[in-house]
């Protein structure tokens, strides 16, 4: 009764902050679009076994990694749809830096819930392992299926599971993200994220959700660059004033992160189509077409306080492979 999964991480073009349920059932309160992340991802490997008398966690070689309580809680709830009681030992590791704002939860979450599926016996649609790993972080959802990806906001939770819109080689976006610290994040994105409603401009950016989310899938659909990258900085940048203007608030970003953000304005006017987003974290994703890639690439490895680059490219979804972890 042993599976192993791989994941990727993804990055959400049209973003996730703000749920609609206090209830744990993590349903967000609007819809996102993303795209999961060829050089980010995450293996892990299940094993069921009656003889087991607790579950043992060990993540990136620590059996305390304080993720513990959220990974028992996600096996939970599979041993419940399975209608079993065997305790499990997972080992997962991350092949990126973990607790950074870089989104391991999206591909931990989702190697968790497929390897764990697989290793007890459950095959269940793609539609239902996203709603599966939805629960254990919301954006797990969304590395669930191929490619360029939509999740869709609802009131039911069967409702709230994610889709591909595209597959990985249909548009040859490059997402470079540029590590500028390695300092862990203060607040996590489940804390964080429960003030979102406080900040005044909450409501105005969820009304204008919908009208992105068209946007932006039109945009993917017609591959039109220069629109879809303007509205991606500028998706991100609202996330950040939210979070920025949330009670208390929330400042994820450090100086790096601004001198990287203003270095690509500068490379834009010199005539390079690349623009920004960032997460709950100060690392910053920088997203570029293939053919422009080496030469984005070369300028931000020249920005002083840039550590190190991870670049990806569109992925496939989560899924089982044969090499296990033990
Ligand atoms: C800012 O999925 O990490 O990266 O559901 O609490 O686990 P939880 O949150 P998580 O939130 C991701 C937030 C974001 C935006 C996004 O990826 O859409």
């Not at 299940?46 to 008398?53: C, G, I, K, N, T």
């Not at 709603?131 to 360029?148: E, Q």
């Not at 591959?223 to 920025?244: N, R, T």
Request: with cysteine; aromatic share 8%; net charge neutral.
């Amino acid at each position: 009764m042993k599976a192993t999964a791989i994941a990727p991480s993804n990055i959400a073009f049209i973003k996730y902050w703000g749920r609609t349920d206090t209830g744990g059932l993590r349903l967000p309160a609007n819809g996102s679009i993303s795209m999961n992340l060829s050089g980010m991802t995450t293996t892990t490997t299940v094993e069921f076994d009656p003889s087991y008398s607790d579950d043992s966690i060990t993540i990136d070689g620590a059996e305390d990694s304080g993720e513990s309580a959220r990974v028992t809680e996600h096996l939970d709830r599979i041993r419940a749809t399975a209608e079993t009681h065997y305790r499990a030992r997972v080992v997962s590791r991350n092949g990126f830096p973990s607790g950074t704002g870089l989104s391991s939860s999206a591909s931990g979450f989702a190697a968790l819930t497929v390897a764990a599926c697989s290793a007890i016996g459950l095959s269940l649609p793609e539609r239902e392992l996203s709603v599966l790993a939805r629960r254990g972080s919301g954006s797990a959802c969304r590395s669930i299926p191929d490619g360029f990806v939509e999740w869709h906001a609802a009131d039911t939770t069967a409702g709230s599971f994610s889709e591909s819109l595209f597959p990985p080689d249909y548009w040859d976006i490059c997402d470079i993200v540029a590590i500028v610290s390695s300092e862990k994040k203060d607040v996590p994105t489940t804390k964080g994220m429960q003030q979102a409603a406080t900040s005044l401009f909450y409501l105005t950016r969820l009304n204008h959700i919908p009208e992105k989310i068209v946007r932006i899938k039109d945009m993917i659909a017609r591959k039109d660059f220069k629109h879809f990258g303007e509205l991606v900085e500028s998706e991100a940048l609202e996330m950040h004033a939210v979070m920025m203007t949330q009670i208390p608030p929330l400042m994820y970003w450090s100086v790096g992160t601004l001198q990287l953000m203003k270095a690509v304005r500068k490379w834009r006017c010199d005539g390079i189509p690349a623009y920004v987003s960032v997460n709950t974290g100060q690392d910053v994703h920088v997203i570029t077409e293939k053919t422009n890639a080496a030469d984005v690439a070369a300028r931000i490895r020249q920005e002083p306080y840039v550590k190190d680059l991870i670049i990806n490219m569109p992925a496939r979804g989560a899924r089982t492979v044969d090499t296990h972890l033990f």
